[in-house]
């Protein structure tokens, strides 16, 4: 194929239509610049709330919007489904997948992470992530049908097997993913199985850590701590992972038999910076300069999980939807500047607004800095935060509909297992159960 015309007047390419892409185009508006948008997929996705996709509380579509509907009013702004596979920064050129060649003279890179699997990526054909929907519908049929073989299991062992879900990693996701578990065994569960009794479901919190939630005070850890117990989550603290395989894990050499292993222990940026032959740090992420722009390439910025970031007191930045959404607001000013004829800008500044995450279906924890938060009123304080950020009315309305409902009648609504075979392929890998 041939190569795509920038034309005139300046054209900016976006790579990845996350936070701080769309931050990023959004900070462009009526800027007089062609944007061009490029992602694999064709949504936008509030990843924030991926685990409860995975975990039936919400369906996939009330997080995830077209990224042609969120610009079709923006006429500038032109959205190509495509994978990137190289840039060449001395012709200025992004390379496409198919062959195609997309000219920029201001790039923006914000591809994202993935999760990483320290050195063994065989293990995540039996552990899978949680960072596309696919992944949480891939996690949401597996929980399912574990629930479903167990139902159907004679032997005693494989119904405990099918009855152990074992999430690896105690950050947010990992703590958030096994208290909604533990909700949907023990509260949702029960009465809907005749065979098995869901609430003696075991689900392990597997940290090779020494606490959970390692970015908060150790107050709001320990206190998370004890929520997840009385959850009935088992937080195995200081353990980790040594082998994943078929039918379970291993931990110090001991064999946990289980049906469902999530993983939710590390992640890893994309390629983007081998594209432009930047340094990177041990996750894959870009060394950029103080206003985000590649050593020697200034017409190249990179943001958001993709970049390596320092705050003002040295300490990384964290790769969550806030600062993804500085970063992006930051990089379109910066454009806007620099087109104005401004030689000098000013450093990206990164601004904490607070921490949070939930535990279970009733209590969560904030940290806010200079005054931090537990229990039902960070659960509620937490549900605002995250509403006013998804995109639209409509969305909006869904979930909180979705989360009262929940709430107050302890059902979810989404169970669904949308692939057919998912259980006849995991019962002819557990022939005990079928």
Known sequence: ???????????????????????????????????????????????????????????????????????????????????????????????????????????????????????????????????????????????????EMAEKADDPEQQRACLTFAVIGAGPT??????????????????????????????????????????????????????????????????PVTDCREGGIEIDGQAIACQSVIWAAGVQASAAATWVNAESDRAGRALVLPDLTVPGHADVFVVGDTAEVKDSKGNPVPGIAPAAKQMGNYVGKAIRQRLSGTTTIKAFEYRHAGSLATLGRRAAIADFGFFKLKGPIAWWTWGFAHIWFLIGNRSRIAVTWSWLWSYFTGQNTARIITNPNAYERAAAKNPTAS
Not at 82 to 106: I, N, R, S
Not at 198 to 225: H, Q
Request: net charge neutral; glycine share 8%; aromatic share 6%.
């Open 174 to 239: 990992g703590v958030e993913l096994a208290g909604i578990i533990a909700e949907l065994a023990h509260r949702v569960l029960p009465a809907e199985f005749r065979r098995i009794d869901t609430r003696s479901a075991r689900i392990l919190l597997i940290e090779a850590g020494d606490k959970v939630l390692s970015a908060f005070p150790d107050k709001l850890s320990d206190y998370a701590a004890d929520a997840l117990a009385k959850l009935g989550v088992e937080v195995m603290l200081g353990k």
């Open 1 to 147: 194929m041939g190569n795509i015309d920038a034309g005139n007047p300046h054209q900016v390419v976006v790579v990845g239509g996350g936070f701080a892409g769309l931050q990023c185009i959004k900070a462009l508006n009526r800027s007089g610049v062609k944007i061009t948008l490029i992602d694999q997929c064709n949504h936008h996705l509030f990843q924030p709330l991926l685990y409860q996709a995975a975990t039936t509380i919400l369906a996939p579509s009330q997080i995830a919007w077209p990224l042609r509907r969120l610009f079709r009013h923006r006429k500038e702004v032109t959205t190509i489904l495509a994978t990137v596979v190289g840039v060449d920064t001395q012709d200025k050129h992004v390379q496409l997948g198919e062959g195609t060649k997309l000219q920029y003279d201001t790039l923006v890179l914000a591809t994202g992470a993935r999760h990483s699997y320290f050195g063994n990526p065989d293990w995540e054909q039996f552990a899978p992530g949680l960072k596309t929907l696919e992944d949480a519908t891939t996690i949401r049929q597996s929980i399912l049908t574990a629930f």
